[in-house]
Each structure stands twice: as C-alpha cells, then as structure tokens.
C-alpha cells in the first residue's frame, strides 16, 4: 500500500501577534481574535521565502528517514501561491539542494491552499503505478496580504514536506478523494502583489461546500463514519472554519484541536492541512486513523484517509516537531513586520 | 622561494625623489590630477626629467570599479608626458603600492633599469560608501566571503573578536592605537584627519562591526604618493640624502581569512619580515620607526607582533605604556598612519615610504618628526592578509 | 550589484547549497571550499568531493552595521566563521539569533537562505547559512 515514509515541517522564526496589527488599523483586536481565533501568526526572515522554507522542510523529512537516499526520490513537487519566480520552477532548486538531482521529475503545483496536497496526491499516483520508488510533496507559503485587508491577520508562512513510498511507511494512506468545481473566492492576477478575495463569499458557497462535500465522499467511498477517525485535520484559514466544518461533518471538537494550529501560527496556505497533519503524526499511536481535507479557493478539496503504523515511534523524533518550531517564536513589531514584507516603499532590496 | 637575493643582486637601490598630494577628499581632482601632482613632486625634487624615467610603475586597486577607468599606467604615463617610457599597472589590493616599489625595487636591482617613479593611486570618492564598501571587498575572496555578506571591517572585527578572546586585548587598548594614530596626524599637514580623539571618541563612535567602531576604521580617501628610485651608485646625481631600500620583500598567505593557520596572525608579514631582516641584517631592535599597515585598529596590533617588535599578545601592553608615539621607544605611524593620514588603497604603500624618506632625512614637521631616525620599516598589507610587504630603508649618507 | 551573472552562481551550486567540499586522500587533508590541488600535496593529491555534516560551532563573529551593496536591509546582521566538526572553517551568516545571542563557540548548524538577490528582476542567490542548533534550543 502506498504511505507516507516521512514528514518533515518548517516555520520561520518571527511572529506577530493580532493587537500589534490592530493597533496599526484601528481596529479592535478582540474581535477580530474571536471571529478568526487566531492569535498571532509566523512571518518570514528576509531571507526566507517558498524555496528556503520548502528546502528546510524537506531536510527535516530526509533527516527523519535515514533509509531514504534523497537519489532514490523520483518525483518531486511543490505546491504554492508564493513561489518566488513567475517562471522558473520551486522544485527545481529544493531538487538540488537536498541532492535528488537529475533523475527525477519536478514541477510546481498550484491550487491556492490545496496545492500541497495535490502534490502529495500526483506523488502516490507515480508510487502505486511503481514509476518512481519514493516521492515528495511539499506544501510552503508565505502569503501575502493587502495591509489593512482582513487577510492581514492571517497569512502567514511554513512549509511541510511529506515523502511517499511503499515501504517502511509510518502511515498508510488508504485512499483519497477530491471534488473540484469553478468559484472564484480568491485570487491573484498575473503581475499583482496581493490576493483579493470575495469577503463572506469564501465560506458557504466555496470552503464548506468543497470541504464537506469532499470530505463525504471519501468516507463513503471508504465506508467510514467520524466516529471512525481518532483524528481530524481541515483546512485552517482561521480557527473558526474548520471547528465549524467538523461540527457540520460530525466529528468531535477533541478531534480537531491536536491538528489545529493556525490559532499560534496563523494560515500557512499550502502548507495549513499537512502542518496539520504533521502536528498529529508528532503524537499519533500505532492504528490511529486520521482524516486530512484541504481546501483550495478556485475551488476544490482533497481529502485522505490515513491510518498510523508502528515505525511512527522510531522515526518521530528524527527531525524537529512541528511544536519545537511552534514554541521558537521571536516576536516583532508591525514596523519590522512592514520591513521583513518588505512593505515599504523605496525598499532598497 | 630564493632567500638569497644577493647573488642576483646588480646593485643596491636609493630613493632620491618623493612626492605626495595631500590625502582626503579631492572633489576638485580625479586619479590622474592626484597622480600627476605626486609624480611632478617627485621628479623635480630630483631635478629629474621626463625622458630620464625609464619605467613607470603605479600601484592601484581599482580604478575601473572606482573610476570607472582601467588601463591607468597607460593614462597616467600618458598625462605625466612620460610617452613612451613603458608604464604598468600593479594591483595587490591594499597592498598595491608596496608591491609596485617592490617592482621598481627590482627592475633597478637588477639592473635592467636606470630611473624608475614608483606612484601609488587612489580616486575612491567619486562613488558612494555602499559601493565603495563593495569595491574594496572585492580585496577578499569574492565568492566565499563577500558573497555572503562580509566587509572589511566585517573581517578585521572578526579577528579583533577572536584576538581579544585569546589574549584578553581590552577594547581600551584598542582604542589607544587609533588615538596614538590621530595625534600623529594632527602634525601632518597631508594627513586626512587632523583632529585629536580619546579613547572615549573611539569606543563610543558609530558602530561599524562590532566590536569595530568608526574611529577604529582608516577613511575612504583620494590621494596619490611617488618615490623615484635609482641605484645607489648613481644617486647622488639627483640628491645629497639618499635613502637606501636595505630590503624590499613580499610574501603571500591564503586570500580567505577562515583558511588561516592562525587569524590572529598574518603569516605573510612574518614570512616577508623574516626575509628582510635576513637580506639587510637588520633585525628589529635597530629599526627607529615604523610605518604599518593599520587599516583598522587591530591590525596595528598584530603588525607589532607580526614583525618581531613583541610577543604574541603582548602588543596591547605597549599602547598602555605609550611605547609608541614619538619620542618614546619605538615610534609607529609618526604621519598618522592609515588611520588619520587617510587610506587611499593603491597609495598607501607608496606613501608609508615617502613618510619614511622624509623622517630618516629629518624633513618631517614638527611633533613628528623622530630625532636621529636612522632606519625605518614598512609594512603594507593586501586583503586580510594574503599578501605582505616588508620594507627596510637605511639613511644613505 | 548585477557585475557576476548567472553562471558564476550557478557553477558554486553544489557547495553553496550542499556545502560540499574536498578531501585529500593522500593527506587526509579536508577543504572548503574544494580544491582541485591540494595545496599540502600538490601533484601527489588525490582530492575527492565530501559533504559536510553541516554542524560547526562560532569561531569568531562580527555583527555588520555598515554593510555592501546589496546587504542593506539585512543590516545589522552576524558574520562569522564557522568551524565545521570535520575541521574546516567557513565564512557564513549567523540568522535566527540576535547579536548579543551569539557567543564563541556557540554550537550552530546549517540552514538553506537567500544569500543575496540579482536586483528586482535578476536571480535569487540562495546558499547556506547557519543558526543555533536545535537542541541548544531545546535546553534553553
Ligand atoms: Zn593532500
């Protein structure tokens, strides 16, 4: 059966917290830390960006899987809306740096904040149908948001990095599903600096549909109930949608919370579901089944089901936990925030 | 490497000209105006004429990312109507200067040459500090040190850390060499800075790169110096006080600081002083002054121990004592050194000699000048290190 | 600064992002950065390519106050060199601390960054740098 073989996480150093935002807009923080419930989110270095987060992620996976020669990786993507170049490939450079090259195939995925996911989704394809013996998918952001604009409170950036294989996996995936349909909630056009969004339009008619309808689908296809599942992991845009879509679906709050991490580090994009993901692997047992659904704005959901094995306890403490980079935070101020965004006009560099 | 140069040896050399443009900020002259002036300075201290050089030599690090011009022997010969004497252009970054008299050193050494001007450049004003921070990083090892973000002052303040943390240098004593330097330039009427500091000015100046501060720093200046050299034996055609070159020797070590068998050490100033001494059987304790390489406060320090004036870790000692101003022991930058004097790369070698020919004549002002000098040594150095020169003048009369 | 193009990035791809270096197999000698001759055994060397483990501890450093162009935003930032644990030093920057964190010897490993960018249009130059290591983290 096709698994995941290793994971490996990352998220910069720096945080700001929802008041030192607010303070800047006027705006009452308060507010806006129960309607989203998220407190501060992770802002990136310098210099950090899509590639040196996905690189540092797909580090920790190798270091967490000794028996994988990063040679023997035949597939590689990496899912983003912030991939550094317009046209020149993410993939090609973590190739490199982690030493898979050349005999592999590599491409950028994008699909808003599901990208990391159908990656991972390309990568079992090419491991089932034995075209390759291991792949990697990595889902890494560092999300821009308009100043002032909601999205400010929120976009944030970190990186998972999941390698897939069949053999000595730490978890089965026993299957996927995906639903996909035309919504424009969200966007960039080519050329522009921030997304735009289509405010309460994002929720019913795209994030739930898609999330609840996939997330369905794949328990039926499977046969399985929410009762089935020790753990649930939604896409996480803020605390409040995927508390709401658990609760829609029928699965326990208690479910969610070990996944939910955007309430410390805000919405990674690409990397939200699998940091997610990744947040329970740090402390799931042998024959915890897990349900994982991403949601990507344009729009459309993957959903997987996955079951843990008994080679988590070796490996887990191989890399650093997605709480070890959760806890190292640094926090700064909105005039550094403007800076390491390089927000400010004239910025030399 | 041949240490016996004297059965090679044609004949001794002698300095019998020397000329200097005041160092600082030029606005009103470019590279060849500065050289021109140093070289016409040198000449008709001579009574020398045009057609009489038979090589020119002009040390200078970069003209081109500078000036925007290379090909600067061409131009400079061109502009001191030296056409069509040959002219060549010698680059060893900071070290340009001492390694171009080196040069001439040679070609009169060897006899091959009559009357060589030996000119030192720098136009370095002309871009901003940005660039010019770029520029002379350039003096390191391009893609695996200023690559990734080191400066000069980067590198020294390194050393200086690693050096304060072996041999419990205080930042006190650093700050004394810088002190010692600017009361010495405030003699001098070429110096850059003329202006007399404290210990206080230095430790709480801008900080450059810690622990290295603005007042531990030699400025960004423009200026030129000349030397004219011919052999001993026909130097008192051109002047009644020659000044010998006992020595003239260079050496080169790893162009990386982080290849260093020891940072707190430059290797090819040991390497080249051991040779000087060797060739002139001169050693340290009968030079009366020196002139070092003091790109920054620290390297002050190591020159000492470098050429043999104290031991390892000791150097710091001497500038609480005051062992190194004029008048006490052993008198080091008496023209304020790169420090207060100014910095303009490729004519700091040329110019430490004109400030040595100048004492051991006894023409230097007043509160600088060192009584009864007899013998003087240079030191210039390139990069961080990578290359050294050690030079040994003798009074000739 | 745009002066070195492309290429002179892209042939250093395999040290910068793998800090890949030389080992001598006549001395035992080991480089960074590689070296085609050995400069203990000149002809009798025998250098083959090694990575480094990537784990060093703080030799020396300098926080840049003043810096090149192209590092101005970055400013004030860690320079030192790094002593790697197969013995090596390299140059390198020190991020994910401030200055008064960083120490002699200080324990450090390397991570993946932007080392500098070719202008608004040009490359992004990424390589390596180093940072605190994770378990001196943990212990604190
Ligand atoms: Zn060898």
């Known amino acids: ?349 | 490497m041949s240490n016996d140069l004297g059965t090679l040896k044609k004949s001794d050399v002698a300095i019998v000209g020397v000329g200097i443009t005041p160092f600082g900020e030029h606005w009103d002259k470019g590279l060849r105006e500065l050289v021109i002036e140093a070289g016409f300075a040198a000449a008709s201290e001579a009574g020398v004429r045009g057609r009489d050089i038979d090589l020119m030599l002009v040390g200078n690090m970069s003209g081109g990312m500078f000036a925007g011009q290379e090909h600067v022997a061409a131009l400079v010969a061109d502009f001191l109507g030296l056409n069509p004497t040959p002219a060549v252009r010698v680059e060893a970054a900071c070290a340009s200067g001492g390694v171009a008299l080196r040069q001439g050193y040679l070609a009169i050494a060897s006899g091959l040459n009559n009357l060589v001007l030996v000119g030192g450049v720098e136009k370095m004003t002309d871009v901003g500090g940005g660039w010019a921070t770029s520029v002379l990083s350039g003096a390191m090892d391009f893609e695996w040190e200023a690559y990734f973000g080191a400066t000069f002052p980067g590198i020294y303040s390194m050393i200086a850390r690693r050096y304060m943390h072996e041999y419990g240098l205080t930042r006190d004593q650093l700050a004394k060499v810088a002190v010692k330097n600017h009361y010495h330039g405030s003699f001098n009427p070429f110096a850059h800075y003329r202006n007399r500091i404290t210990v206080d000015d230095v430790i709480n100046s801008s900080p450059v790169a810690d622990p290295l501060r603005l007042l531990d720093c030699s400025p960004i200046s423009d200026g030129a110096a000349c030397v004219l050299l011919t052999s001993a034996e026909n130097a008192k055609k051109y002047t009644d006080t020659p000044i010998i070159i006992k020595a003239c020797e260079q050496a080169s070590g790893t162009l990386t600081l982080f290849d260093r068998r020891d940072i707190c050490t430059i290797d090819a100033t040991i390497d080249a002083a051991n040779k000087a001494y060797l060739n002139s059987h001169i050693s340290p304790r009968d030079v009366d002054l020196l002139e070092v390489h003091d790109c920054f406060t620290i390297a002050e320090i190591l020159a000492l121990e470098d050429l043999g004036f104290c031991e390892k870790g000791q150097a710091g000692k001497m500038y609480d004592e005051g062992q190194t101003y004029v008048g006490a022991t052993l008198p080091v930058n008496t023209d304020g050194g790169l420090k207060a004097a100014g910095h303009p790369v490729g004519a700091t070698g040329v110019k430490q000699i004109v400030e040595l020919v100048k004492q051991l004549r006894g023409e230097a002002e007043k509160g600088r000048q060192v009584s009864g000098a007899e013998i003087g040594l240079a030191q210039n150095v390139g990069g961080s290190g990578a290359t050294a020169v050690v030079t040994i003048l003798e009074r000739g009369d | 600064m745009t002066m070195y193009g492309v290429p002179s990035h892209w042939r250093r791809y395999k040290e910068r992002y793998r800090l890949s270096g030389t080992r001598c197999e006549t001395c035992g000698n080991i480089y960074f950065p590689p070296r085609k001759v050995c400069p203990h055994c000149r002809r009798e060397g025998k250098p083959v390519s090694m990575n480094f483990s990537g784990k060093g501890k703080v030799y020396t450093f300098s926080v840049i106050r003043v810096p090149s162009e192209g590092f101005e935003a970055y400013a004030p930032y860690v320079i030192g060199l790094i002593q790697l644990e197969e013995g090596p030093k390299v140059t390198t920057q020190i991020v994910d601390c401030s200055p008064e964190e960083v120490y002699i010897d200080m324990p450090v490993e390397v991570c993946f960054r932007k080392l500098r960018e070719q202008g608004k249009e040009g490359i992004i130059c990424y390589g390596f740098k180093f940072k605190p290591t994770t378990d001196a983290i943990l212990k604190k």
Request: net charge negative.
């Open chain 1, 1 to 349: 059966m096709v698994g995941i073989v290793s994971y490996g996480v990352y998220i910069p150093r720096w945080r700001i917290k929802t008041e030192e935002i607010a303070k800047v807009w006027d705006q009452d923080a308060d507010r806006f830390k129960e309607g989203l419930l998220v407190e501060e989110k992770s802002v990136p270095s310098l210099d950090e960006d899509t590639v040196t987060l996905a690189v540092e992620a797909a580090r920790n996976a190798l270091n967490r899987s000794p028996e994988v020669n990063a040679k023997e990786i035949g597939a590689l993507y990496v899912g983003s809306e912030s991939h550094p170049y317009a046209v020149k490939p993410t993939a090609t450079i973590v190739a490199e740096a982690i030493d898979a090259t050349p005999s592999l195939t590599a491409a950028d995925m994008e699909f808003a904040c599901k990208a990391g996911t159908a990656g991972l989704q390309a990568c079992m394809g090419l491991v089932k149908a034995e075209y390759v013996k291991y792949g990697m998918a990595i889902g890494a952001d560092t999300a821009q948001a308009q100043p002032s604009d909601a999205l400010e409170y929120t976009a944030a950036a970190g990186a998972a990095a999941y390698i897939i294989g069949r053999d000595s996996v730490i978890a089965d995936i026993e299957g996927t599903y995906s639903t996909t349909q035309d919504v424009p909630d969200f966007w960039r056009r080519e050329g522009e600096g921030y997304p735009q969004h289509g405010g309460r339009f994002t929720g019913e008619p795209a994030y739930f549909t898609q999330v609840v309808n996939c997330t369905r689908g794949l328990m039926e296809r499977l046969g399985t109930k929410p009762k089935d599942y020790d753990y649930a992991v939604f896409h996480q845009p803020n605390g409040k949608f995927p508390l709401r879509a658990a609760q829609i679906l029928g699965f326990d709050k208690e479910k969610v919370m070990p996944g939910l991490i955007v309430t410390k580090i805000g919405n990674t994009y690409s990397g939200a579901s699998l940091l997610g993901l990744a947040s329970v692997l740090d402390q799931a047992k042998q024959g915890d089944r897990i349900l994982v659904t991403s949601y990507g704005s344009g729009a459309g959901s993957d959903s997987f089901s996955i079951v843990v094995t008994n080679l988590i306890e070796e490996k887990r403490d191989l890399a650093p936990s997605t709480e070890f980079y959760i806890n190292r935070k640094e926090y700064i101020d909105y005039a550094h925030y403007s800076k390491f965004k390089r927000q400010l006009r004239g910025f030399v560099n």
